[in-house]
T-cell receptor, first 109, second 115 residues
Framework: GQNIDQPTEMTATEGAIVQINCTYQTSGFNGLFWYQQHAGEAPTFLSYNVLDGLEEKGRFSSFLSRSKGYSYLLLKELQMKDSASYLCAALDSNYQLIWGAGTKLIIKP | DVKVTQSSRYLVKRTGEKVFLECVQDMDHENMFWYRQDPGLGLRLIYFSYDVKMKEKGDIPEGYSVSREKKERFSLILESASTNQTSMYLC??????????????FGPGTRLTVL
């Protein structure tokens, strides 16, 4: 079956760096998305990776290894507003998104 | 900016009632989706639509139906609401095309409680 695994919850300190991991098993693969979802709000797009390697976008970077079925989201210089859930989703061979349950990130001062 | 709106943020209904959840997008997107989101589970796709009057079942269509009479509007219908349909319902839209990079834009969600 198709599956996405990511940690349920992580805690980090303001100003620090945190890495949120995601492993996926899908029928075919057409890329991996990361979304951010603040409590009570809609998910918003952060990044998309389809090739191996690191994509950097400001304080956020996303990495993909297709051979390992693995991705991570790296958040630098953490701010309190980064407290949110981070959703990993893989696009399968039918271009359907398979979603992980999300990682709740708690930022402490 | 793409805007996806949903008719209600919070809704309380009784078991057996017929429930309509409306979603409207203003960016002429071809694709529209309905998900439910429950604690500890990923977003689960209920139905999606690639065009007007077209619908496809997602992973959990049982107990739901949809309607897409106009391109900008996608409705989710619970014919006879049950308590296990208490959930957060999210609507999303995206552009169509050959490219796989189809970022989905989400509405604010409707938190439905069925008593």
């Amino acid at each position: 079956g198709q599956n996405i695994d990511q940690p349920t919850e992580m805690t980090a300190t303001e100003g620090a760096i945190v890495q949120i991991n995601c492993t996926y098993q899908t029928s075919g693969f057409n890329g991996l998305f990361w979304y951010q979802q603040h409590a009570g709000e809609a998910p918003t797009f952060l990044s998309y990776n389809v090739l191996d390697g690191l994509e950097e976008k400001g304080r956020f970077s996303s990495f993909l290894s297709r051979s390992k079925g693995y991705s991570y989201l790296l958040l630098k210089e953490l701010q309190m507003k980064d407290s949110a859930s981070y959703l990993c989703a893989a696009l399968d061979s039918n271009y359907q998104l398979i979603w992980g349950a999300g990682t709740k990130l708690i930022i402490k001062p | 900016d793409v805007k996806v709106t949903q008719s209600s943020r919070y809704l309380v209904k009784r078991t057996g009632e017929k429930v309509f959840l409306e979603c409207v997008q203003d960016m002429d997107h071809e694709n529209m989706f309905w998900y439910r989101q429950d604690p500890g589970l990923g977003l689960r796709l209920i139905y999606f639509s690639y065009d007007v009057k077209m619908k496809e079942k997602g992973d959990i269509p049982e107990g739901y139906s949809v309607s897409r009479e106009k391109k900008e509007r996608f409705s989710l219908i619970l014919e006879s609401a049950s308590t296990n349909q208490t959930s957060m319902y999210l609507c999303a839209s995206s552009l169509a095309g050959e490219v796989p990079y189809n970022e989905q834009f989400f509405g604010p969600g409707t938190r439905l409680t069925v008593l």
